[in-house]
């Protein structure tokens, strides 16, 4: 069998390591930081939640997307080989490429009703979205007196304890199972190399 080119291998190795990177992060979260947050009070545990939210927000769909776009290239190589051995993994690589993306549909429409109820909460609870940006020593001083200040405000606001915690608890379980399709196209992207 003839040797694939570099530009093959790195692609396969991009869009592989990519989608599984991104599963053990999404599922890092539901495994590590939801137990952790859930021992928190309520109005601290929804900003709390709310940062690991925007944060995910920002970071996973591009990965996904990068996967995607990595699978894609693969499956257009693949689709176009001259080999027939290699033609026939064309759709496995679409595949891969499309389960990683699917984080996205998912999120919007499984995790909607729990995302929307949270970001409630966090609103009440007096979360402040900032946008990201270098930290100088000044910007990390206004961090901390707002962090404080949010958890002044925090304590202060009455959200239903049990309630708050089972929508993080759900939520934590519904991103669990996004991260199922990532992994998803790691396995097919792995399964196409064969």
Do not use: C
């Not at 069998?1 to 790195?10: A, V």
């Not at 404080?148 to 239903?160: C, E, L, P, R």
Request: glycine share 6%; proline share 5%.
């Amino acid at each position: 069998m003839d040797e694939l080119p570099t530009s093959i291998k790195i692609t396969q190795t991009l869009g592989i390591t990519t989608a599984a990177f991104l599963s053990g992060s999404i599922a890092g979260i539901s495994y590590m930081t939801v137990p952790g947050l859930l021992r928190a009070p309520a109005p601290v545990m929804v900003q709390q939640w709310r940062t690991v939210f925007e944060r995910g927000k920002v970071t996973a769909p591009p990965l996904a997307g990068f996967a995607l776009a990595n699978f894609l290239y693969l499956s257009y190589r693949h689709y176009n080989a001259a080999l027939p051995s290699l033609r026939a993994k064309w759709p496995h690589y679409l595949v891969a490429g499309l389960s990683a993306l699917a984080i996205i549909p998912y999120t919007l429409v499984a995790m909607r009703s729990v995302n929307e109820k949270l970001i409630g909460h966090s609103n009440e609870a007096g979360f402040a979205v900032t946008a990201a940006s270098s930290t100088t020593a000044d910007d990390k001083e206004d961090e901390d007196t707002a962090a404080t200040d949010a958890q002044t405000t925090a304590s202060n606001v009455s959200i239903n304890e049990a309630s708050a915690k089972q929508l993080v608890d759900s939520w934590g379980m519904l991103n669990l199972g996004r991260s199922v399709f990532p992994l998803l196209g790691a396995a097919v992207g792995l399964w196409a190399m064969t």
